[in-house]
């Protein structure tokens, strides 16, 4: 069995030491060209892949996502603070309010005064909140 302290592949930084002679990787990063070739390719694969297109329909069955509707319905316009603290402290919450906007249901407005992004629902959010509505009614009904 190899000892990972000695093993080429592993290296540990002790507490309070540096790995190289740089005050710090933020404000002298290494030069992309100097980088070993598989660091690139670690990059290219993390950072170069896009996350493939959702349907509506996908965005829709997300977690929270009809009670996130129904919610700003009722309450909108509402800041994001309110969402997290109503709704879900999720933290794909941001994602679901994002593809909301894609699809037209919500619009974000940054205001200028305050770090605050406002909520709004649009025409086509209060006809989805609609059918959500109907859809609910329809499922709780016992006949």
Request: proline residues 4%.
């Given at each position: 069995?190899s000892?990972p302290?000695?093993d080429?592949q592993t290296?540990?930084?002790?507490?309070?030491?540096?790995?190289?002679?740089?005050?710090s990787v933020?404000?002298e990063?290494?030069?992309?060209?100097?980088?070993?070739?598989?660091v690139?390719k670690f990059v290219s694969?993390?950072?170069?892949?896009?996350?493939?297109?959702?349907?509506?329909?996908q965005?829709?069955e997300g977690?929270h996502?009809l009670?996130?509707?129904?919610?700003?319905?009722?309450?909108?316009?509402v800041?994001?603070?309110?969402?997290?603290?109503?709704?879900?402290?999720?933290?794909s919450?941001l994602?679901?309010?994002?593809?909301?906007?894609?699809?037209g249901?919500?619009?974000?407005?940054a205001?200028?005064?305050?770090n605050?992004k406002?909520?709004t629902?649009?025409?086509?959010g209060?006809k989805?909140?609609k059918?959500?509505?109907e859809?609910?009614s329809?499922?709780?009904?016992?006949?």
């Amino acid at each position: 069995m190899s000892n990972p302290s000695t093993d080429a592949q592993t290296m540990s930084i002790p507490i309070g030491k540096k790995l190289d002679g740089r005050e710090s990787v933020a404000s002298e990063p290494h030069d992309y060209d100097d980088l070993p070739e598989e660091v690139k390719k670690f990059v290219s694969d993390r950072y170069g892949r896009k996350k493939p297109e959702r349907t509506a329909i996908q965005k829709l069955e997300g977690k929270h996502m009809l009670s996130l509707i129904l919610y700003l319905d009722n309450m909108a316009p509402v800041i994001k603070t309110d969402i997290y603290n109503d709704v879900a402290r999720s933290s794909s919450m941001l994602e679901r309010i994002d593809d909301l906007e894609e699809m037209g249901i919500v619009k974000i407005y940054a205001t200028g005064r305050t770090n605050n992004k406002v909520v709004t629902m649009t025409d086509k959010g209060r006809k989805v909140a609609k059918i959500v509505r109907e859809m609910v009614s329809i499922a709780e009904d016992n006949r």
